[in-house]
């Protein structure tokens, strides 16, 4: 473990991996690709070790800390990004893996093709319905809602969908399919009526 200050010069940050750039003695190649992907719309050509998540790489290397990393296993959702429109962990997808992607993250969710150049319609809907309370899971939830609705929209399925109304086009999102759907996103806090809300507001 290393320590190195933040990127805004803040408290130091842990370096959970070997620091970067490579250990002199280490060949060329031997521990780190490159990496050329977009990010929120902006090019990105970066060098990382094979070990470095996507999310580390948004938050360590390029300074978008929007994404949280909560359980670092998969499990709660804060990390959720977009990556070519779908919705995945962060913390378990290696940034080598995104290599010609796009990646959007919660500091680009304004500048989709749904906003209106200010927010997000899900983030506008997230404040007026009050859905989040400390607010740690809140970029996660709101890129998963985007990701779902991009799902609903293509008429894929979720666990709860009745099978005859997933054949052909959007699948109608119930409160039912939208906790089903956003079930992978935790909030300790408790708001998930309000998000449910939140999302109906955006599906009207």
Same mark, same amino acid.
């Given at each position: 473990m290393e320590?190195n200050k ?5 408290p ?16 060329p190649?031997a521990?780190g690709s490159p990496v050329?992907l ?9 060098e990382v070790?094979?070990?470095t998540?996507?999310?580390?790489l ?6 978008l800390?929007?994404s949280?990393?909560g359980?670092?296993?998969?499990q709660?959702?804060a990390?959720?990004v977009l ?10 997808l290696l ?6 992607c796009?990646?959007v993250?919660?500091?680009?969710l304004?500048r989709?093709e749904?906003a ?10 997230f404040?007026e319905?009050?859905?989040?309370q400390c607010g ?6 709101? +890129?998963? /809602?985007v990701?779902m609705?991009? *799902? %609903?929209?293509?008429?894929?399925? &979720?666990v709860v969908?009745?099978?005859?109304l997933a054949?052909d086009?959007?699948?109608p999102?119930t409160?039912?399919e939208?906790?089903e759907r956003?079930s992978g996103?935790?909030?300790? +806090?408790g /708001?998930?009526?309000?998000?449910? *809300? %939140?999302?109906?507001?955006?599906? &009207?």
């Amino acid at each position: 473990m290393e320590s190195n200050k933040g990127p805004h010069g803040g408290p130091g940050t842990t370096i959970r991996y070997a620091p970067w750039p490579r250990p002199a003695d280490s060949p060329p190649g031997a521990t780190g690709s490159p990496v050329t992907l977009s990010v929120n719309d902006a090019p990105v050509e970066v060098e990382v070790d094979h070990r470095t998540t996507l999310l580390d790489l948004l938050r360590e290397r390029l300074a978008l800390t929007g994404s949280k990393k909560g359980c670092d296993h998969g499990q709660c959702g804060a990390c959720t990004v977009l990556v070519d429109g779908r919705r995945v962990n962060s913390c378990l997808l290696l940034a080598v893996a995104v290599d010609g992607c796009a990646v959007v993250t919660v500091e680009g969710l304004a500048r989709t093709e749904d906003a209106d150049g200010d927010l997000h319609p899900i983030q506008r809907a997230f404040l007026e319905r009050d859905a989040f309370q400390c607010g740690y899971c809140t970029p996660g939830q709101l +890129c998963s /809602a985007v990701g779902m609705l991009a *799902e %609903a929209r293509s008429g894929q399925p &979720s666990v709860v969908t009745d099978p005859a109304l997933a054949a052909d086009g959007p699948v109608p999102l119930t409160d039912e399919e939208i906790r089903e759907r956003m079930s992978g996103n935790i909030c300790r +806090c408790g /708001a998930y009526p309000h998000i449910v *809300e %939140a999302v109906q507001d955006v599906v &009207s």
